[in-house]
């Protein structure tokens, strides 16, 4: 069987160490960095299939490390889940930067495995932005209105399904009613990454958009969150017995 792929990021040996013994090194390749700088090379060279940073590292913290994953047309689809305190402002930082998920300090093993199997399952990753399909409006500087479906969505962003793409970094104004709740998101996002038509980076993705969510709000945040967690659920399966518990 093809051992998943585990990066785990801090500059604190013994948290590292803690966090690798939560896994059956009979099933996973756990690889480990020390800084947000090393998870970035470590992601690109092993394209793991899921991360976990911590916020604060040396060279470069975790959301930043997060952010140039999120960016990476070959890294966009794997789960980061950032360790951190339960502050406002760093919830913020992380969320803002493309996170799929987050877990607090002082670290819990019940919560990091509840995390991990939202994403991961014994033969193969669930992708981290999960397959929903939400019809999105947007703007582009308050004057040509667009609506295009999404093909996936996580609490950082979308992926939107688009013959019409548009330049990197292009700031958009999104509007979406999320499935179920019926809760409306209006928010600020901008263009992070292209499928092009004719050129994709992506084969298995039609051509169209990442899209990065640039001003979300907490409770935003957290209905997307429960949305998303709401389909993992449905999806896992009965008997997850691939981690330690």
């Known amino acids: 069987m093809k051992k998943e792929k585990v990066l785990l990021?801090?500059?604190?040996?013994?948290?590292?160490?803690l966090e690798k013994s939560f896994f059956h090194l009979d099933r996973f390749d756990i690889f480990m960095a020390r800084t947000g700088k090393e998870a970035f090379e470590v992601a690109v060279s092993?394209?793991?299939?899921?991360?976990?940073?911590?916020?604060?590292?040396?060279?470069?913290?975790?959301?930043?490390?997060?952010?140039?994953?999120?960016?990476?047309?070959?890294?966009s689809e794997i789960p980061v889940i950032m360790v951190t305190h339960?502050?406002?402002?760093?919830?913020?930082?992380?969320?803002?930067?493309?996170?799929?998920?987050?877990?607090?300090?002082?670290?819990?093993?019940?919560?990091?495995?509840?995390?991990?199997?939202?994403?991961?399952e014994s033969s193969h990753r669930l992708a981290p932005r999960v397959g929903?399909?939400?019809?999105?409006?947007?703007?582009?500087?308050?004057?040509?209105?667009?609506a295009n479906f999404t093909v996936n969505m996580s609490t950082g962003g979308v992926f939107l399904e688009s013959e019409e793409v548009l330049p990197e970094d292009t700031p958009l104004l999104m509007e979406f009613i999320l499935p179920g709740?019926?809760?409306k998101v209006r928010c600020n996002g901008k263009v992070a990454w292209r499928n092009m038509p004719?050129?994709?980076?992506?084969?298995?993705?039609?051509?169209?958009?990442?899209?990065?969510?640039?001003?979300?709000?907490l409770e935003e945040m957290d209905a997307i969150r429960q949305y998303l967690q709401t389909i993992c659920e449905k999806n896992l399966p009965k008997e997850a017995d691939f981690l330690r518990f």
């Open 181 to 183: 709740g019926k809760k």
């Open 132 to 146: 929903t399909r939400v019809k999105v409006f947007y703007e582009i500087e308050g004057e040509k209105l667009f």
């Open 198 to 217: 004719g050129k994709k980076q992506v084969e298995n993705l039609p051509a169209g958009m990442g899209i990065q969510f640039v001003d979300l709000k």
């Open 46 to 75: 092993e394209k793991p299939d899921i991360i976990f940073l911590d916020l604060y590292m040396p060279e470069m913290n975790g959301d930043e490390a997060c952010q140039k994953i999120k960016s990476h047309p070959e890294l």
């Open 86 to 120: 339960p502050d406002e402002e760093e919830l913020e930082r992380c969320y803002q930067n493309g996170c799929d998920d987050i877990l607090f300090k002082p670290l819990k093993r019940e919560q990091f495995l509840a995390a991990a199997n939202t994403f991961l």
């Open 9 to 17: 990021a801090d500059d604190v040996e013994l948290f590292l160490e």
